[in-house]
């Protein structure tokens, strides 16, 4: 069974801090595309920051760019998002998600995901959700 499992949300002011920590299980970690999302009430699911494996390039969306950094730790099958300088329209509930971009073969050989920003693919693998409120 894949599970994906975040942790780190909570309530903070404006200008704060928080990490967020997804804890992986049931897959190869280092097959997979990793990401972030997040949804706030009334609000569309906005794709925040990913991490495409085969080649580790990065994404992230506008309105964290310099604030945010997504990492991970293979060694710990985790994946991680600190966020910095938070403001009020950051508060949402923050998901995690994967999907398979490596797929290994006989020879050495390797199948990989097209050539296209990681946060355009699609996620099949998702956490349950930590909630971020940042006050002003």
């Known amino acids: 069974e894949v599970k994906l499992v975040e942790s780190g949300g909570g309530s903070v002011q404006t200008g704060g801090s928080l990490k967020l920590s997804c804890v992986a299980s049931?897959?190869?970690?280092?097959?997979?595309?990793i990401a972030w999302f997040r949804q706030a009430p009334g609000m569309v699911r906005e794709g925040i920051s990913c991490?495409?494996?085969?080649?580790?390039?990065?994404y992230y969306a506008n309105y964290v760019t310099g604030r945010f950094t997504i990492s991970s730790d293979s060694a710990k099958n985790t994946m991680y998002l600190q966020m910095d300088n938070l403001k009020p329209e950051d508060t949402a509930i923050y998901y995690c998600a994967a999907v398979r971009t490596i797929v290994p073969r006989p020879g050495g050989a390797r199948t990989i995901s097209p050539d296209i920003n990681c946060i355009s693919y699609t996620y099949n693998h998702w956490g349950q959700g930590t909630q971020v409120t940042v006050s002003s």
């Open positions: 991490i495409r494996r085969y080649d580790d390039s990065t």
């Open positions: 049931g897959f190869k970690f280092d097959e997979y595309t």
